[in-house]
């Protein structure tokens, strides 16, 4: 199961707390590694495997979209040490086709998490990719971008999200 299908607003998994990774087993090595495939062709920028139907805390992110292996991270139960600034950018997502919004997020961010070894990393992110950090934790806490938005934008853009789904 190479490239997998990215779930979309309205699915039910995208709104769970994602449930923390225990072992580092071939499941997991599984889903990472379709994951980074199912990212690039998307194409996209990050990906948390609540969005390919997984409910478990995996995130991978790689701002080159596949151009240069070293900006590729594959982070296991990644959180938070720390975070700092805000700052607002245009956002969108793999799971919310169409829709593009400005949303505050921190300048800098600190995460740690797993490697696929099991070994800790830590990393250090400012603008855009501390942007897609956010973006991916958020997703593995039940969380979308659209919920940051204030309430009249948010009850647009869920209804521009519920017409395309009744003519799709
Ligand atoms: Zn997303």
């Known amino acids: 199961m190479p490239v997998r299908k990215i779930v979309t607003y309205g699915h039910p998994v995208l709104e769970k707390v994602a449930n923390p990774v225990s072992e580092i087993d071939d499941e997991i090595l ?3 590694r379709d994951m980074v495939l199912t990212m690039h062709a998307a194409p996209g920028i990050g ?3 609540p969005q390919v139907n997984v409910s478990k805390r995996v995130i991978t992110v790689d701002l080159s979209v596949g ?18 600034g805000e700052e607002v950018n245009e956002e969108g997502c793999l799971s919310v086709p169409g829709i593009h919004e ?9 995460v740690k998490g797993l490697d ?23 997703h593995i806490n039940g969380r979308l971008f659209i919920e940051k938005l204030s309430p009249l934008k948010r009850a647009l ?12």
């Open 67 to 84: 151009e240069n292996p070293d900006d590729l991270i594959i982070l296991v139960n990644p959180q938070f040490i720390e975070t700092e």
């Open 47 to 49: 990906l948390a495997a």
């Open 102 to 110: 400005n949303v505050k997020r921190p300048t800098r961010v600190r």
């Open 116 to 138: 696929l070894k099991g070994k800790e990393r830590v990393v250090d992110a400012t603008g855009q990719l501390a942007r897609v950090f956010c973006h991916e934790i958020d």
């Open 30 to 32: 599984d889903l990472a």
């Open 157 to 168: 853009v869920k209804k521009k999200l519920r017409k395309g789904q009744e003519t799709a």
